[in-house]
């Protein structure tokens, strides 16, 4: 379906729990977040409804995310019938890779082509810090899992933090010549739930290239601006939110795991789907993708995400 100012939209993103085991200090509260009453959240079958009538819609394209999605008792059960929606045709998983060592293959075979794994460094005091409770160790046996899984693609997804990260672009870019995956870094937003970064924690992606001086361009691809350092295997992608905002281009929806459609990350606007058969689900869909904004607010460290929840809630 084309929005109000003329955008594809075909893909969804389908937060399916808003619980995860780490505790990143820019997305949740170190307490965690109250956890909603089972009768609050999607049932699975709802979850594969607002697949369907997503699909309906012309979304050809899912990705599952969270909270930390493979926390979810049935996220096999999930992955398995989510992907085999009709029009559905490009699948992937955004994980913080901790339960990938188990999980990997069994995603693969549920049918997950694309999964794309948060790290934010490679120091593992820093990576302890920044989760708040995480092992660098599990999250790299992690990785190593899905590369034995045979997934068609694999990204690391590095939220850039100034005084944090940013002396470990060279090392974390260097990640696409070891591997076949490309490192992408993405601008830190200023989300509810998160927390306070001063304004130097707040890095323009075009940072990275002040890093990499070696890095060429390629071919743009989605939100990513893609470079490739030489010889290297994978590609380096910047995600700039901030600096360089996509919502012309915006293509997404969300839905979060108590079913609300959110047709813009960054506004505070929901559209309930809790409960819904499939025309419901369809017409709330629809109003949510005429629904979408242009564009959403220009976002510093002072000028905060609209956004009624936080990163754990909606998903990314
Ligand atoms: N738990 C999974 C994970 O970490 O990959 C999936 C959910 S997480 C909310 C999805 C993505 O959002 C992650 O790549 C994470 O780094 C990113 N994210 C969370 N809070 C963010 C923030 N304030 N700014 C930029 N990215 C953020
Ligand atoms: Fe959990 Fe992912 Fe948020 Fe980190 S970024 S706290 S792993 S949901």
Known sequence: MIDSFGRPITYLRLSVTELCNLRCRYCMPEEGICKLRHDELLTEDEMIRAVRAAARLGVTKLRITGGEPLTKPNILSICRRACRVPGIVDTG????????????VPLREAGIRRVNISLDTLNPEKYAYITRRGNLSEALRGLDAALGAGFEKIKINTVLIGGFNDGEIPSLAALTKQYPIDVRFIELMPMPGGAGFGQECYLPAAKVLEALPEAKPEQEEGVARLYRLPGAQGRIGLISPLSRHFCASCNRIRVTADGKV????????????KGLDDDGMLEQLRRAILNKPCCHQELSALNRSQAARGMNQIGG
């Open 93 to 104: 998983i955004t994980t913080n890779a901790i339960r990938l060592p188990e999980m990997a």
């Open 262 to 273: 959110k047709p813009c990350l960054h506004s505070a606007e929901e559209i309930p789907l």
